[in-house]
């Protein structure tokens, strides 16, 4: 089993920046793809940014420019800094992250409970 324990939201003023973090654990020999997404009051969830194993992200395009994701394998973390984040930045944001838990074992993708950014004066 594979655990991601999402950490590092709070309030915050727009035009502020907060750091999340995504930790995993449990079983892991390999961590392929993460990710970030994120819903909003009333709103679908939404896929925020992608970062391969090897470190190359991919972002959707209204969050290019002010999100930034990252990663430390060594860790097995994945990170979403966020800059001049707006009120409609307030969100649960999730962490996804495709696993294998053995030198055979097929991907398999997990998700983590998430983390509350609220963006207001």
């Known amino acids: 089993q594979v655990q991601l324990v999402e950490s590092g939201g709070g309030l915050v003023q727009p035009g502020g920046s907060l750091r999340l973090s995504c930790a995993a654990s449990g079983s892991i020999f390999n961590i392929y793809t993460m990710a970030w997404y994120r819903k909003g009051p009333g709103k679908q969830r939404e896929l925020v940014a992608t970062?391969?194993?090897?470190?190359?992200?991919n972002y959707v395009d209204s969050f290019k420019g002010r999100f930034t994701i990252s990663r430390d394998n060594a860790k097995n973390t994945v990170y979403l800094q966020m800059n001049s984040l707006k009120p409609e930045d307030t969100a649960v944001y999730y962490c996804y992250a495709n696993v294998a838990q053995d030198y055979t074992s097929s991907r398999i993708g997990y998700w983590g409970q998430g983390t509350q950014v609220n963006v207001s004066s």
């Open positions: 970062i391969t194993k090897g470190g190359s992200p």
